[in-house]
């Protein structure tokens, strides 16, 4: 689908503290051997109920309002992206930050499509602000935090990435911001659903299998196919390249126009596998450094991997940037920008990524 008039006017991202991967090798909670192969340095990790999912996202979104300079009164939308627990069971994140961040206006949704939540909220906020009048804007917000209990971070899913925590925020408006939104693609592959089902029952109960084994569901459910877990692989790349292909045809580029490649936080091999190598974009074009530093923080990772390189001052005018999604479902959605002027480096406290 290619946009006119859609521009990024502002990102803004929340991480808590990085602990080193060696320490968690040292006592025995993720091995050596998984840690050479997602290449993982650091990972963001809560220590503080303070630090809980809507209180990230808070941070993270007010941090994009204020860069914005945009009036809360001209949000029409506003999209919570959440692939994990929200916060609180039996409520609606959403409407706290609606509440909270543009003073109630506009309306809001929450989002879940586990890891493509928040990129494919980008493509339904263009379309929503395509439809209405100029001046209108949207903010998307993504939070995840992979808890002890329901998640073991380390064990989840160790040879294709280590679950980290934070949040990102991104404003979109009709007419003005630094970038413009050519074109979003989002393709999806439902015989892929199964993925992160595997062999678990439906349960009433929201607890049944925790700890989550993410891996050992892909494992079984893999095992279902006639060409096992290579197919699974080969149909989740299929997906990022037509995703990928298509969305740069309708912008009128090709993979060797792009600069920059803004994709989910896995580990290395699974990186090149899932999203590099089907986009044809090699790694030193991707935001792999910020990644193996804060770990796969579910739905968050593309517009925090997008505000790291705009608070780094990476992005010149001129540059495109691919924002590529990738979710369980199989979903997959592929944003084209165009940096019509290099973003102004935020000043404060606010910039920094993690503290």
């Not at 095992?223 to 692989?233: F, N, Y």
């Amino acid at each position: 689908m290619r946009h006119d008039d859609i521009h990024l006017a502002a990102t803004g991202a929340w991480h808590p503290k990085t602990v080193p991967v060696d320490e968690a090798v040292a006592d025995g909670r993720y091995s050596r051997e998984y840690q050479r192969a997602t290449g993982q340095q650091r990972v963001a990790v809560c220590d503080d109920d303070a630090d809980s999912q809507p209180a990230m996202a808070m941070r993270a979104a007010r941090a994009a309002l204020g860069r914005s300079r945009i009036g809360a009164d001209r949000f029409a939308l506003l999209l919570h992206a959440v692939a994990t627990h929200n916060g609180l069971p039996g409520w609606n994140a959403a409407s706290y930050l609606q509440h909270h961040v543009l003073d109630g206006h506009g309306v809001s949704l929450e989002i879940h499509q586990l890891s493509n939540s928040a990129v494919g909220a980008l493509e339904l906020a263009c379309t929503h602000l395509a439809a209405g009048p100029a001046g209108r804007a949207a903010m998307i917000t993504a939070a995840d935090r992979f808890g002890d209990g329901a998640w073991d971070r380390w064990r989840a899913a160790p040879p294709v990435f280590v679950f980290g925590d934070g949040a990102s925020a991104a404003v979109l408006t009709r007419g003005e911001g630094f970038a413009r939104v050519v074109s979003t693609v989002s393709v999806a592959d439902t015989g892929l659903e199964g993925m992160q089902r595997g062999a678990m029952p439906f349960s009433a109960d929201p607890r049944a299998g925790y700890p989550i084994g993410f891996f050992d569901r892909v494992m079984e459910f893999s095992d279902t196919l006639a060409g096992g877990l290579d197919e699974a692989k080969q149909r989740m790349a299929d997906l990022m390249h037509r995703a990928g292909a298509q969305a740069m045809a309708e912008a009128g580029i090709t993979a060797a126009d792009v600069r920059w490649v803004a994709g989910p936080a896995l580990g290395r091999e699974a990186l090149y596998e899932q999203c590099l190598d089907p986009l044809g974009i090699d790694i030193d074009r991707s935001t792999w450094p910020f990644a193996r530093r804060v770990g796969h923080v579910g739905c968050t990772d593309q517009l925090a991997a997008l505000d790291d390189l705009i608070v780094s001052g990476a992005i010149e005018g001129g540059e495109r940037v691919l924002v590529a999604g990738l979710g369980g479902g199989y979903n997959c959605t592929v944003a084209v920008l165009e940096f019509t002027a290099a973003p102004a480096v935020p000043a404060g406290p606010e910039a920094g990524e993690c503290r």
